[in-house]
């Protein structure tokens, strides 16, 4: 990372960390775009996030990622070019970027990473790195050691499942569920039980202030949302409980799964992982008493991240200031051969 500007990117499905080398700049903003159909730019990061739910017809509210990776590549660079400029005028200087990306998406979608930073942006040098490395990093694992390491990492859409020895993720997989899927159940359930119809924002506010597990609060919210059968609007009281029974299917998914890569470990890892636990991370991984729940569920000791939020751009800042641990970042000739 030889340019005199070095930022470090956490490019999250809903929102975006940008953190300079010498971790005093920090920004973070929604991952959200809002254009008309004439494809005029109203609104970009927390200004669209304004506008969402609430745009009319001729208004476009998009998210430019999908699962982790990046689904239109116009849409992305137009947010990562506004937000890198608005951060310390980074954007058109040829600034280094190191972005954290999953361990096991493709080449193809890796290489929709770098193309993002062509263009507009004019990026200077371009590497990535696992994701699970940053987290890890983060984490305060020896992540040089031979010893096995387990991470797993529960954001707004995806949870990322890791295991790393030597520097380099062993087994890692990418589930398509994460926050999201927890406020569609959320809002199913309302809808269901309730008889009213929310939103996507509605949703999340109703599993960050009343979704536990195991045992909670017994707490109540107020909510409004339109009458599924009268059409008409209406508020109603959601308790803590109905919410947390809510999403419980989708957070056992995410144990179940975490159990399978376990026992897909290697053996000579699988001890360390056994002896040492597993490391959780991630905004999710918030809801009250969850790693609790996860450590009964799975049976070996749990540890959760401090700040688990920022744990990524955490582990990229500090990547970024080691040299013996950027020898794991990649640049696309690395990837394909190919500039």
Known sequence: MLFQKVCGIDLGT????????????FLYSKNLLAMRQNGQVLAIGDAAYEIYEKNPENVRVVWPMAGGVIANL????????????????????????????????????????????????????IRLIDKGIADAVSAGLPVLSSRGHMVVNIGA????????????????????????????????????????????KTAEALKNNLAF????????????????????????????????????????????????????????????????????????????????????????????IQDPKNSTIRGLVEILNNKDLRQFTYSLNDLTGMR
């Open 14 to 25: 809903d929102t975006i960390k940008l953190k300079d080398k010498s971790g005093k700049r």
């Open 74 to 125: 116009t849409e992305m660079e137009i947010v990562l070019s506004h937000l890198l400029k608005s951060f310390a005028g980074i954007g058109h200087t040829g600034a280094s970027l190191c972005i954290a990306v999953p361990s096991d998406i493709t080449q193809v979608e890796k290489r929709a990473f770098f193309m993002v930073m062509h263009g507009k942006i004019n990026a200077g040098s």
């Open 213 to 304: 597990m195991i045992n909670g609060p017994r707490l109540e919210q107020k909510v409004f949302g339109i009458h599924t059968l009268s059409g008409l609007p209406k508020s109603d009281m959601i308790p803590s409980l109905a919410v947390s029974v809510a999403i419980i299917d989708s957070i056992d998914y995410i144990i179940e799964n975490i159990k399978a890569i376990y026992n897909r470990v290697p053996p000579q890892l699988m001890k360390d992982i056994t002896r040492e636990g597993i490391y959780l991370t991630g905004g999710v991984s918030m809801i009250l008493n969850l790693p609790e729940y996860i450590r009964r569920e799975i049976g070996i000791p749990l540890h959760h």
């Open 157 to 200: 859409d995806t949870t990322e499942i890791a295991v790393i020895a030597s520097g380099k993720v062993i087994l890692s997989q990418t589930l398509k569920v994460g926050g999201r899927r927890l406020d569609e159940d959320i809002a199913t359930m309302v809808r269901r039980k309730f008889n009213l119809s929310i939103g996507q």
